[in-house]
């Protein structure tokens, strides 16, 4: 079945520092989607990229979605102690309306002050 | 806030019980999707339900069941509980029209099995 995967896994930063999680899928994806989970709570969308190349920014966040459309990166930059949580990208399951997510494992932040 | 609400929010239940969640979706929204949750890992598919059936199903057994009412609200019904179904229950909303549907998910339902 579809696979997506994350790394790393966990991710210390010192605030100020950049971070950026990785995610790849084992099938070619209709769209991507970002999530952010804080510590205790539950998955909150960020965004969703649905073309070749695509590329989109929010404040200091930065995703991009891959040429083949198998993977894409979420990039923040100067890190700041509200970013703490668990990023996830989630892709459409193989097949099916881009509702039914497959989800990557995540990569936890940390942020020391 | 999403609008999606979910009840109860904690619940411990013990090996070979059921249980019943819930879960209210946001308004507008027609379909309805099931998450599980472990510890440290991420929302795993279990099922969704449009226009009151099932929809897709993950790899999960058919212990687990669930319902969606004419105002598209849902249940998730687990039977025989077993100590690895500890985890956080996520219902997720959306509307069903064009496919790169974005999902509103709820607080969740932190389930305990003893």
């Known amino acids: 079945g579809q696979q997506v995967m994350q790394i790393p896994q966990y991710q210390h930063v010192q605030e100020g520092e950049d971070f950026t999680t990785y995610c790849n899928s084992s099938?070619?994806?209709?769209?991507i989607q970002w999530y952010k989970q804080r510590p205790g709570g539950h998955p909150v969308f960020l965004i969703q990229?649905?073309?070749?190349?695509e590329v989109k920014k929010q404040k200091r966040l930065t995703f991009q979605f891959g040429e083949a459309k198998k993977n894409s990166s979420l990039h923040i930059t100067a890190t700041q102690t509200t970013d703490v949580g668990t990023y996830f990208c989630a892709g459409p399951g193989h097949g099916s309306s881009g509702s039914r997510l497959t989800f990557g494992e995540g990569t936890q932040l940390t942020v020391n002050p | 806030e999403t609008g999606v609400t979910q009840s109860p929010t904690h619940l411990i239940k013990t090996r070979g019980q059921q249980v019943t969640l819930r879960c209210s979706s946001q308004?507008?929204?027609?379909?309805v999707s099931w998450y599980q949750q472990a510890l440290g890992q991420g929302p795993q598919f279990i099922f969704q339900y449009y226009r009151e059936e099932e929809n897709g199903r993950g790899n999960f057994p058919p212990r687990f069941s669930g319902l969606q009412f004419p105002n598209y609200s849902s249940e998730l019904n687990v039977n025989a509980l077993e100590l690895d179904d500890s985890a956080l229950y996520l219902c997720a909303s959306s509307l069903v029209g064009w496919y790169q549907e974005t999902q509103y998910f709820g607080p969740g339902t932190r389930l305990l099995v003893l």
């Open positions: 099938t070619t994806l209709s769209n």
């Open positions: 308004s507008g929204h027609n379909t």
């Open positions: 990229l649905v073309k070749s190349g």
